[in-house]
């Protein structure tokens, strides 16, 4: 059974930081790419992050580019999310998800972790 598990969400200020963990296990991690994506309440799903387990390369939305790293630790089968100099829009809820490469289609679906950001 294939399951992403999401977790490190929580409120933080304005300027904090967070990160969070996706926990993959039920598919050969190296095979697939792992992503991150958030939604906001009444905002469409939007990719923040993508890293491929084959060859490191990674890729991000440009709202967050020089404050998130997305990186992957093969060995625990996980992929973390270090999401810096947070704002008040960055709070959404953020999901994982995995596919054979990064794509808005993904294959399978962690249930997300809320990140609150207060002002």
């Known amino acids: 059974e294939v399951q992403l598990v999401e977790s490190g969400g929580g409120l933080v200020q304005a300027g904090g930081s967070l990160r969070l963990s996706c926990a993959a296990s039920?598919?050969?991690?190296?095979?697939?790419?792992i992503g991150w994506f958030r939604q906001a309440p009444g905002k469409e799903r939007e990719g923040v992050s993508c890293?491929?387990?084959?060859?490191?390369?990674?890729y991000y939305a440009d709202s967050v580019k020089g404050r998130f790293t997305i990186s992957s630790d093969n060995a625990k089968n996980t992929v973390y999310l270090q999401m810096n100099s947070l704002k008040p829009e960055d709070t959404a809820v953020y999901y994982c998800?995995?596919?054979?490469?990064?794509?808005?289609?993904?294959?399978?679906w962690g249930q997300g972790t809320q990140v609150t950001v207060s002002s």
């Open positions: 039920g598919f050969t991690f190296d095979d697939y790419a």
């Open positions: 890293i491929s387990s084959s060859d490191g390369s990674t």
């Open positions: 998800a995995a596919a054979p490469s990064c794509s808005p289609l993904m294959w399978y």
